[in-house]
């Protein structure tokens, strides 16, 4: 990491599936500072939480760390990072991570992979990872996105649909395929500057229809670099199963 590298979290408190969500416990702590530990434990210098909830922001103090209030009405993370950015009055060619506040296993090695991806390629504005999917379930399901890569290391499209389209497979009732497509996980590093302009910037129709924010960084024209993540993490919490499993994994 360099000095002006910082990794933001944000946290809204309240989840429809799962309210209070930050707050939830994983042990000892809630979930907020798990999260964090996971941030600290990558070695950033710079790390803060954005929330939209006093509560969240008086855990993380409690937690030795440092939150910072935002608006309630913000709609997306990355809309969350903005406003703490422009308070913090990030340059524009500092690098922002956004490690989401339900990915209290998100390994610490990922939060330098994709930092470093986005400084080894000064040609785009953000970058993100994926990992192999090699299960048919996986690769039909609308609640794993998928996402199409070029062989510069730059992100083509993503999709809550099966892509890439298998034509000469059956998916889902044989074949011999060892791997579908890849996952994209919900970890970025955007250039501060252009976080900026994302955030400023209207969403497209193909975004209001995949419900898929990155696809509007596409169509703005801007370049996403991706590479294959050097970990598979587990997936983050939204429903109270993923809590229950995450609990065991992290308690046992």
């Given at each position: 990491m360099?000095?002006?590298?910082?990794?933001?979290i944000?946290?809204?408190y309240?989840?429809?599936?799962?309210p209070?969500?930050?707050?939830?416990?994983?042990?000892?702590?809630?979930?907020?500072?798990?999260?964090?530990?996971?941030a600290?434990?990558?070695?950033?210098?710079?790390?803060?939480?954005?929330?939209?909830?006093e509560?969240?922001?008086?855990?993380?103090?409690?937690?030795?760390g440092?939150?910072?209030?935002?608006?309630?009405?913000h709609?997306?993370?990355?809309?969350?990072?903005?406003?703490?950015?422009?308070?913090?009055?990030?340059?524009?060619?500092?690098?922002?991570?956004n490690?989401?506040?339900?990915?209290?296993l998100?390994?610490?090695?990922?939060?330098?992979?994709?930092a470093?991806?986005?400084r080894?390629?000064?040609e785009a504005?953000?970058?993100?990872?994926?990992?192999?999917?090699?299960?048919?379930?996986?690769?039909?399901?609308?609640?794993?996105?998928?996402?199409v890569?070029?062989?510069?290391?730059?992100a083509?499209?993503?999709?809550?649909?099966?892509?890439?389209?298998?034509?000469?497979?059956?998916i889902?009732?044989?074949?011999d395929?060892?791997m579908?497509?890849?996952?994209?996980?919900?970890?970025?590093?955007y250039?501060?500057g252009f976080?900026r302009?994302?955030?400023?910037?209207?969403?497209?129709e193909?975004?209001?229809?995949?419900k898929?924010?990155q696809?509007?960084?596409?169509?703005?024209?801007?370049?996403i670099?991706?590479?294959?993540?050097e970990?598979?993490?587990?997936?983050?919490?939204?429903?109270?199963?993923?809590?229950?499993?995450?609990?065991?994994l992290?308690?046992?």
């Open positions: 360099q000095a002006d590298d910082w990794i933001i944000p946290a809204r309240q989840a429809t599936r799962l209070g969500k930050p707050l939830l416990r994983i042990g000892d702590k809630p979930m907020i500072c798990h999260v964090l530990d996971r600290r434990e990558s070695g950033f210098e710079h790390i803060v939480v954005a929330t939209d909830d509560r969240v922001q008086e855990a993380v103090h409690e937690h030795g440092r939150a910072i209030l935002t608006s309630e009405g709609e997306s993370g990355s809309d969350r990072l903005a406003e703490v950015a422009d308070f913090l009055d990030l340059p524009d060619e500092a690098v922002v991570i490690l989401q506040g339900d990915e209290p998100m390994p610490p090695v990922l939060l330098n992979q994709v470093q991806l986005l080894d390629h000064p504005s953000m970058a993100t990872l994926m990992v192999p999917i090699i299960d048919r379930t996986e690769f039909h399901n609308p609640d794993v996105v998928k996402v890569a070029n062989n510069q290391g730059q083509l499209y993503f999709s809550r649909s099966p892509i890439p389209h298998h034509r000469d497979e059956h889902g009732t044989g074949g395929i060892d579908f497509g890849f996952r994209h996980l919900g970890l970025y590093a250039r501060a976080l302009r994302f955030v400023a910037t209207p969403s497209p193909i975004e209001r229809f995949e898929l924010e696809l509007r960084a596409l169509a703005m024209g801007a370049l670099a991706i590479d294959i993540a970990q598979t993490p587990a997936t983050g919490v939204d429903t109270e199963h993923d809590l229950e499993r995450v609990r065991t992290l308690l046992d």
